[in-house]
């Protein structure tokens, strides 16, 4: 090779230069020359190339001596590969520059210190290797990172650290398990300006979900000081998710925030050898977002930038890890890595599978809760690691097919983490290093449980199971469930639309790669209960109700809020944008808040606000609470609610449904108050469904037609008030049939009016899944959309196809 070049300029690498400059370098630099015109701020900074490694490593003569310590690694024994992965290391550790190379590198740092008018800067000194961050091999986190470096001797140390962390433990072993050749994987390092996180804030973004692959979302981990702390999972961080089509339209569609408690941040050391250190947060700083909404939707228009721009050079959907960083001093957003992520772009969505856990008592056996990562269940014996180093003096080797649970992983710990049938910790967010090699491996964790090494005890049967949404749950012992498997390819196609009935939102996500035609059924008050859980009124006035325990629980929850209007508002707004974002651009229909008396009773405060009934099933409630004087302005709130996510989030595939309206008079009130509060039908192309379920609805059909745009079938409530009974005594249960003839005749008179006054009409129900000849009477009279639970969805369209087929 001819004067192989040893140094170059960041701006000066582009995507072509991967062998010279590895994987991140090249992206960096590709990014400085292609998007810095589009507005996205990159530190500036040099490359020290391949060729200086390899120089490094001829120069030390090391070569041979390391590949005999990696070929007399036993990869089925931990210590074996931690003795050879330690000597290796210091081999390059105690190796020595060849003086041309230190002196160009030196000269380098030299000249980016002046560009910013200082002697000795301070800068962050980033591996890059060949193999990391391609399309087809994570590595994610496998080479150092030094932040906080200044000076000649210590980037020419950091450098040689960087070099050794080429042959970290869990380097070596991911690298015999992809089946990467040791010596054909070289590193490139990066000196990179410092941006002054320590005196902001930093974290990650992913332009996609990372847990169920949805597309069409940013997702943005965010904590004070620098980031290191949340890809280590050591703070649980804030979490921010805005949707990508209506961002890109220049609504504000931030659809959901979570706090994180950011108890502690990592600053700039004190000087001397201490480059970073570790301190507690302000309290004050735990309690509110560490990002204004104008930064989250900046930040997620350049990860949107990005990932447009490296789908276009690559010719297909490329999503991607960002680590972004907010300087305290010039209050400048800077985005600091860019990599392809390698999971969920290579995952075949139309292959289902699907876990149904069968114990219905498994809420007596759940143990803690945390962040779910991937959607599997595992069974195994608690095994509590506090540190690799322990487990190895003391020869507690760790069994496979038990469950880690531990503090918090850091990538070292891969070996051990792929024997695990499931992985708990005590901290981390869903984007740690524990979260993103678990992901990976494909191994179920649930990370920010808190005190897992206190409450689980060694050698207990438990089940870790992230089946049930974006909440991990550990139940003691064994629970039984199903484990389905169906490819999507293979059902068959169907003339009447099926819908879905979504009641979570943090399952949204998930259920949006069913085939489906939008949402026939989203219940206010699944978010109201697990989401808010406080009466809407208890919220407005429990200053003036003298409890002081409610308030103070009430004061925790709207901590990060306003006010509490705000708190609810916000958090119903979120709750429903997340599914209608799911499903965008296809109909998501919003039933208003259906409570009945006894049921919002349980909800914080709701002992202040609400009768005694004998029969709550037919008392206050749907319409009939809507306009009261008592709680017309907690229904204000959710009309609020949802004209924030139509008109300043952009989903106006949002329809809103009305419960339990007895008269065509009430529906009038219920849209006056509708109006008085932002909401009328027909502006802004809002549609207004009835809830069929009450006799009246169908008997006055031809009158309620002319005030909405669809009817949707309550088919429960229609039964059981049709037929005079109630659907909750066991002493009637052998009545209970919505094909009872009276049943269908209603079914009947209410399709056929509404077809005669164009209004559309579908059901919400199990009953055309359960029972084929209910699907085929409903679908012989022309229902327009039949709407199921998730679970059902296959069954659903072979009954259908079965019936039309005969049709």
Same mark, same amino acid.
């Given at each position: 090779?001819?004067?192989?070049?040893?140094?170059?300029?960041?701006?000066?690498?582009?995507?072509?230069?991967?062998?010279?400059?590895?994987?991140?370098?090249?992206?960096?630099?590709?990014?400085?020359?292609?998007?810095?015109?589009?507005?996205?701020?990159?530190?500036?900074?040099?490359?020290?190339?391949?060729?200086?490694? =390899?120089?490094?490593?001829?120069?030390?003569?090391?070569?041979?001596?390391?590949?005999?310590?990696?070929?007399?690694?036993?990869?089925?024994?931990?210590?074996?590969?931690?003795?050879?992965?330690?000597?290796? %290391?210091?081999?390059?550790?105690?190796? %020595?520059?060849?003086?041309?190379?230190?002196?160009?590198?030196?000269?380098?740092?030299?000249?980016?210190?002046?560009?910013?008018?200082?002697?000795?800067?301070?800068?962050?000194?980033?591996?890059?290797?060949?193999?990391?961050?391609?399309?087809?091999?994570?590595?994610?986190?496998?080479?150092?990172?030094?932040?906080?470096?200044?000076?000649?001797?210590?980037?020419?140390? &950091?450098? %040689?650290?960087?070099?050794?962390?080429?042959?970290?433990?869990?380097?070596?072993?991911?690298? +015999?398990?992809?089946?990467?050749?040791?010596?054909?994987?070289?590193?490139?390092?990066?000196?990179?300006?410092?941006?002054?996180?320590?005196?902001?804030?930093?974290?990650?973004?992913?332009?996609?979900?990372?847990?169920?692959?949805?597309?069409?979302?940013?997702?943005?981990?965010?904590?004070?000081? #620098?980031?290191?702390?949340?890809?280590?999972?050591?703070?649980?961080?804030?979490?921010?998710?805005?949707?990508?089509?209506?961002?890109?339209?220049?609504?504000?569609?931030?659809?959901?925030?979570?706090?994180?408690?950011?108890?502690?941040?990592?600053?700039?050391?004190?000087?001397?050898?201490?480059?970073?250190?570790?301190?507690?947060?302000?309290?004050?700083?735990?309690?509110?977002?560490?990002?204004?909404?104008?930064?989250?939707?900046?930040?997620?228009?350049?990860?949107? !930038?990005?990932?447009?721009? =490296?789908?276009?050079?690559?010719?297909?959907?490329?999503?991607?890890?960002?680590?972004?960083?907010?300087?305290?001093?010039?209050?400048?957003?800077?985005?600091?890595?860019?990599?392809?992520?390698?999971?969920?772009?290579?995952?075949?969505?139309?292959? !289902?599978?699907?876990?149904?856990?069968?114990?219905?008592?498994? $809420?007596?056996?759940?143990?803690?809760?945390?962040?779910?990562?991937? *959607?599997?269940?595992?069974?195994?014996?608690?095994?509590?690691?506090?540190?690799?180093?322990?487990?190895?003096?003391?020869?507690?080797?760790?069994?496979?097919?038990?469950?880690?649970?531990?503090?918090?992983?850091?990538?070292?710990?891969?070996?051990?983490?792929?024997?695990?049938?499931?992985?708990?910790?005590?901290?981390?967010?869903?984007?740690?290093?524990?979260?993103?090699?678990?992901?990976?491996?494909?191994?179920?964790?649930?990370?920010?449980?808190?005190?897992?090494?206190?409450?689980?005890?060694?050698?207990?049967?438990?089940?870790?199971?992230?089946?049930?949404?974006?909440?991990?749950?550990?139940?003691?012992?064994?629970?039984?469930?199903?484990?389905?498997?169906?490819?999507?390819?293979?059902?068959?196609?169907?003339?009447?639309?099926?819908?879905?009935?979504?009641?979570?939102?943090?399952?949204?996500?998930?259920?949006?790669?069913?085939?489906?035609?939008?949402?026939?059924?989203?219940?206010?008050?699944?978010?109201?209960?697990?989401?808010?859980?406080?009466?809407?009124?208890?919220?407005?006035?429990?200053?003036?109700?003298?409890?002081?325990?409610?308030?103070?629980?009430?004061?925790?929850?709207?901590?990060?809020?306003?006010?509490?209007?705000?708190?609810?508002?916000?958090?119903?707004?979120?709750? !429903?944008?997340?599914?209608?974002?799911?499903?965008?651009?296809?109909?998501?229909?919003?039933?208003?808040?259906?409570?009945?008396?006894?049921?919002?009773?349980?909800?914080?405060?709701?002992?202040?606000?609400?009768?005694?009934?004998? $029969?709550?099933?037919?008392?206050?409630?749907?319409?009939?609470?809507?306009?009261?004087?008592?709680?017309?302005?907690?229904?204000?709130?959710?009309?609020?609610?949802?004209?924030?996510?139509?008109?300043?989030?952009?989903?106006? $595939?949002?329809?809103?449904?009305?419960?339990? &309206?007895?008269?065509?008079?009430?529906?009038?009130?219920?849209?006056?108050?509708?109006?008085?509060?932002?909401?009328?039908?027909?502006? $802004?192309?809002?549609?207004?469904?009835?809830?069929?379920?009450?006799?009246?609805?169908?008997?006055?059909? *031809?009158?309620?037609?002319? +005030?909405?745009?669809?009817?949707?079938?309550?088919?429960?409530?229609?039964?059981?008030?049709?037929?005079? #009974?109630?659907?909750?005594?066991?002493?009637?249960?052998?009545?209970?049939?919505? %094909?009872?003839?009276?049943?269908?005749?209603?079914?009947?008179?209410?399709?056929?009016?509404?077809?005669?006054?164009?209004?559309?009409?579908?059901? &919400?129900?199990?009953?055309?899944?359960?029972?084929?000849?209910?699907?085929?009477?409903?679908?012989?009279?022309?229902?327009?959309?039949?709407?199921?639970?998730?679970?059902?969805?296959?069954?659903?369209?072979?009954?259908?196809?079965?019936?039309?087929?005969?049709?």
């Amino acid at each position: 090779m001819n004067n192989p070049i040893f140094t170059i300029d960041l701006n000066k690498v582009g995507i072509n230069d991967i062998d010279l400059v590895g994987g991140k370098n090249a992206s960096l630099g590709e990014m400085i020359q292609h998007l810095t015109a589009l507005g996205v701020n990159i530190p500036n900074g040099f490359v020290i190339t391949v060729n200086a490694y =390899y120089e490094f490593i001829k120069f030390n003569n090391l070569d041979t001596e390391i590949r005999r310590i990696v070929n007399d690694i036993d990869y089925d024994n931990i210590e074996s590969l931690r003795r050879g992965g330690l000597q290796v %290391r210091q081999l390059i550790q105690n190796g %020595r520059f060849p003086k041309s190379i230190s002196e160009e590198i030196i000269e380098k740092y030299y000249e980016l210190s002046r560009t910013y008018d200082q002697d000795v800067t301070d800068v962050a000194v980033r591996s890059s290797a060949t193999a990391e961050d391609l399309p087809d091999a994570s590595f994610a986190g496998q080479q150092e990172t030094y932040l906080n470096v200044r000076g000649p001797v210590s980037i020419i140390d &950091c450098v %040689r650290n960087c070099f050794a962390s080429l042959f970290t433990d869990r380097a070596i072993s991911y690298r +015999h398990n992809f089946k990467y050749d040791h010596f054909l994987v070289s590193l490139s390092v990066c000196i990179q300006k410092m941006v002054r996180s320590d005196l902001g804030a930093s974290g990650v973004a992913f332009s996609l979900d990372t847990e169920s692959g949805f597309k069409d979302v940013v997702v943005i981990n965010a904590s004070y000081g #620098l980031g290191e702390l949340i890809v280590q999972g050591a703070v649980s961080p804030d979490e921010y998710v805005v949707f990508k089509p209506k961002l890109k339209e220049g609504f504000k569609s931030i659809i959901e925030k979570k706090m994180g408690n950011k108890d502690k941040m990592m600053v700039y050391g004190e000087g001397g050898d201490e480059r970073v250190r570790i301190i507690p947060s302000e309290k004050n700083f735990r309690s509110r977002f560490c990002l204004k909404d104008e930064t989250i939707i900046k930040l997620s228009k350049w990860v949107a !930038i990005i990932e447009d721009y =490296y789908s276009k050079i690559r010719d297909k959907w490329t999503p991607m890890d960002i680590e972004w960083a907010i300087d305290g001093m010039t209050r400048d957003l800077f985005v600091v890595q860019a990599r392809p992520e390698t999971i969920h772009s290579r995952k075949d969505y139309s292959k !289902i599978t699907e876990y149904q856990i069968l114990d219905e008592t498994r $809420n007596e056996k759940l143990l803690l809760k945390g962040i779910a990562v991937g *959607d599997k269940i595992g069974t195994g014996k608690v095994n509590i690691l506090y540190s690799l180093d322990k487990r190895v003096t003391e020869g507690h080797e760790f069994v496979a097919g038990s469950i880690l649970v531990t503090d918090m992983t850091d990538p070292d710990w891969e070996p051990i983490m792929k024997k695990a049938s499931a992985i708990i910790t005590n901290k981390g967010g869903r984007t740690c290093h524990a979260a993103i090699v678990a992901r990976e491996l494909g191994v179920p964790a649930i990370v920010g449980c808190g005190n897992a090494t206190e409450l689980l005890k060694e050698g207990t049967l438990v089940t870790a199971s992230c089946a049930e949404g974006d909440v991990g749950f550990v139940y003691n012992g064994d629970i039984e469930y199903n484990k389905l498997e169906y490819d999507l390819n293979d059902l068959p196609k169907v003339n009447t639309p099926i819908m879905l009935n979504v009641a979570s939102p943090s399952l949204a996500f998930q259920f949006s790669h069913l085939p489906n035609s939008g949402v026939g059924l989203a219940r206010e008050e699944f978010i109201i209960n697990n989401y808010i859980q406080v009466h809407p009124l208890a919220l407005m006035q429990h200053k003036d109700l003298n409890d002081a325990d409610l308030t103070n629980e009430i004061e925790k929850k709207i901590i990060g809020y306003d006010s509490e209007e705000d708190f609810f508002i916000n958090k119903l707004a979120q709750g !429903i944008a997340k599914i209608a974002a799911a499903f965008y651009p296809n109909k998501v229909i919003v039933r208003f808040s259906d409570f009945k008396s006894n049921e919002y009773f349980n909800l914080l405060g709701g002992k202040y606000f609400e009768p005694h009934e004998e $029969n709550p099933m037919i008392g206050w409630r749907g319409a009939s609470r809507y306009y009261s004087d008592a709680y017309k302005a907690a229904f204000g709130l959710e009309c609020i609610a949802i004209k924030k996510v139509r008109e300043e989030m952009g989903l106006t $595939n949002v329809v809103v449904m009305v419960p339990f &309206c007895r008269t065509v008079n009430e529906l009038m009130k219920v849209q006056d108050v509708m109006k008085e509060y932002g909401l009328v039908r027909g502006e $802004n192309g809002l549609e207004l469904f009835l809830m069929a379920e009450i006799p009246s609805n169908i008997i006055l059909a *031809d009158e309620f037609s002319k +005030h909405i745009d669809g009817f949707s079938i309550g088919s429960n409530d229609l039964t059981q008030l049709t037929l005079g #009974l109630d659907r909750d005594s066991s002493l009637v249960a052998h009545l209970y049939d919505e %094909r009872n003839e009276a049943v269908k005749k209603m079914l009947e008179m209410l399709i056929h009016t509404a077809k005669k006054n164009k209004v559309k009409v579908g059901i &919400c129900g199990q009953g055309p899944s359960d029972y084929p000849d209910f699907a085929q009477f409903l679908v012989q009279l022309g229902i327009d959309s039949i709407s199921v639970t998730p679970d059902s969805v296959v069954k659903t369209y072979k009954a259908l196809h079965e019936v039309e087929q005969k049709m």
